[in-house]
């Protein structure tokens, strides 16, 4: 399963027709800002009621985000045992050094620029999909006693 954070509907759009086009079928979790996702990962809030070990294969996680901001939610990520080892993928808009610098300080397994043309967008996710779900190896899933 991929967990998309992204607060902008035209490229929460992109980006679920960019995986489907490139027939990577996971199923997509849509969270909205950072207070949800981290409601979602940590099954709490309006999540409650899911298995917090059921753990995404890949967070797609944009940083200007409202509530939360994504370089908070991988702070938090990172610093709890249940998620510390779940791949992140940093979609941004974000040209800002310190954004780049602040995310892969904090973990992140990867930091991808949003291509402003759909063609380019296209290409972009249909590789972050592959190589996550596909290509990469993961960590067994954590479960703490």
Known sequence: MI???????????LA???LKKNNILNPVIVVRDGAEALDYLF???SYSNRNVYDTPSVILLDLKLPKIDGIEVLRRLRSDERTRLVPVVVLTTSNEEKDLLASYRLGVNSYVR???NFDQFNHAVGQIG??????????????LS
Not at 3 to 13: G, I, K, S
Not at 132 to 141: A, D, E, G, K, T
């Open 130 to 143: 592959e190589y996550w779900l596909m290509v990469n190896q993961s960590p067994p899933r954590v479960t």
């Open 16 to 18: 679920l027709r960019a």
């Open 43 to 45: 099954a709490s809030g």
């Open 114 to 116: 949003k291509p402003v």
């Open 3 to 13: 967990l998309l954070v992204e607060d902008n509907p035209d490229d929460e759009a």
